[in-house]
């Protein structure tokens, strides 16, 4: 008699978390279900990107780099690479900042990423990189929603819808926004009900409803092995 008490105790507060758990539930299922939809990699906009072969440093390079005035103190990386189709010094300072110097024998700093050298890179690396509909610049201190990186970067807004992000440092793809990564991005946000910077993965409200959501499980789980009582009638209607 005791057990039936605790299962009908049971199955009350199953239906009462039900209650409470059941849209949290069908809003992780259906946003899962939204992620998983596409691949990661289509997520995030490989499809859109070109294949480039990877330039060689040519002989000799690079050059020793004649350091401006503070004979190189306060940097904390320095490496050197190709770019449009010469090898170019980058110098990352202590603050984030990032400086382009010619890796040749002149060392000469090179001027900041304009918008004619950045629209001209995006064509060529990008799937309809040639058919833009706008370009901003973004400060670091407030960079677009769909970027969320405190760095000065170039919206390159397409036709397709597709937003490419180039560095303002560098002149190098940051990213790739699609349509549907803002589409992963809202379920995101559902997904771990933080609409607001969709990057908080650990607050109260979550935590309570899938502590919550387990234990109406759990409940449910249990109530498995509930023994049912026979109806009327069940019995004796043999044909």
Request: some cysteine; aromatic content about 10%.
């Amino acid at each position: 008699m005791g057990h039936q008490r605790t299962m009908r105790r049971f199955a009350k507060w199953h239906v009462w978390l039900g209650w409470l758990v059941g849209l949290p539930i069908l809003m992780w299922t259906v946003t899962g279900l939204v992620m998983v939809a596409r691949p990661i990699e289509y997520v995030h906009g490989d499809q859109l990107r070109k294949e480039v072969s990877a330039a060689l440093l040519p002989p000799g390079n690079p050059a020793p780099l004649p350091f401006p005035a503070n004979g190189g103190a306060g940097y904390t990386e320095m490496r050197v690479a190709m770019q449009d189709g010469r090898p170019v010094w980058f110098l990352t300072t202590a603050h984030g900042e990032i400086e382009r110097y010619a890796a040749d024998s002149t060392g000469a700093p090179l001027s900041p990423i304009d918008e004619d050298w950045m629209r001209r890179m995006v064509a060529e690396r990008i799937v309809g990189g040639d058919r833009v509909e706008s370009v901003r610049r973004f400060p670091a201190d407030d960079p677009p929603f769909d970027f969320r990186r405190s760095v000065p970067v170039w919206q390159v807004a397409l036709e397709d819808g597709a937003h490419v992000y180039v560095d303002a440092r560098t002149g190098k793809i940051a990213a790739v926004r699609t349509r549907f990564w803002r589409v992963f991005d809202v379920m995101w946000g559902l997904h771990i009900m933080d609409l607001q910077s969709r990057e908080d993965t650990s607050h109260p409200v979550l935590i309570l409803f899938a502590t919550l959501g387990v234990a109406g499980s759990l409940l449910g789980c249990v109530l498995m092995f509930r023994r049912r009582r026979a109806r009327p009638g069940a019995k004796g209607t043999a044909a």
